[in-house]
């Protein structure tokens, strides 16, 4: 064998080792984004391929098989991180958004687009958080506010109807609140939480971390487990979470809105 068929030889060896060390894994999600067991009732799927040097990429896809979004991947500790460019897509094809996530966190300038494919929003973000000048837009291309944010916090800005004319400013966004707000929540919780006896009897302890959406009228829907404890802490969570009162519901550009709300409840034995 000669000089150029030993190298032939080490080059697809090495195309195969690299090819076999990929590993990919496909996961279904239905509308309310819970991870589902089959593909004839999810909404979308997302295939996820990773390597051994800690970089892969997820893709995913409608259930009609259209692209829903893409992005770069970092993977530690089996964690995989959103990393890189990323861009999300309508039913119809057309793109929803674009931009960076550094280590999972909104990085740069990202873009928003409207169905029709006009553009919606532009906003730098750092760490996560809007930071920077925002601009929004009506459906017709005309400007709708000129924000400016540090660290996710209003600096305040100017609002404009669709003719173009000032009028009051009013925020961008608006969380979703507790009545009373965080402290009346820790009562809430405090009051009406009890520690499960076969968690206290097995002396367990660990933190839920719940999932829900405040809908548009303030009330609580689609309760998702997103850390458990078990031993019926999980359980526990979820009975006092219905018993809740409406919340003050969350708001985007002056309009109601469903926000998804991710709230910790940690178990401790005196």
Known sequence: MNLKALLFVAISLLSFQNIAKAQSDTTYYDHHYNEISRFRYCYYYRITTATSEGRGEVKEFYKDHQVKFTCGLVIRDSEKINDGDAVSYYENGRKKNEGVYLMGQMTGDWKFYYETGTLREEGHYANDSLNGRLHTYYKNGKLKR???????????????????????????????????????????????????????????????????????????????????????????????????????????????????YKLPVSFRLE
């Open 146 to 260: 000129e924000e400016d944010f540090e660290h996710g916090v209003s600096l305040g800005g100017k609002c404009f109807d669709e003719s173009g004319k000032q009028i009051p400013f009013f925020p961008y966004r608006v969380w979703p609140e507790f009545p009373g707000g965080l402290p009346a929540l820790y009562q809430f919780l405090g009051q009406n939480i009890r520690y499960p006896e076969k968690a206290r009897s097995k002396n367990i302890e660990g933190k839920v971390i719940v999932r829900f959406v405040v809908t548009r009228d303030g009330s609580l829907d689609d309760f998702h487990i997103l850390q458990h404890v078990r031993y019926g802490c999980d359980e526990e969570v979820i009975r006092v979470m219905k018993l809740m009162p409406k919340w003050k519901p969350g708001e985007q550009e002056g309009e109601k809105v469903d926000v998804f």
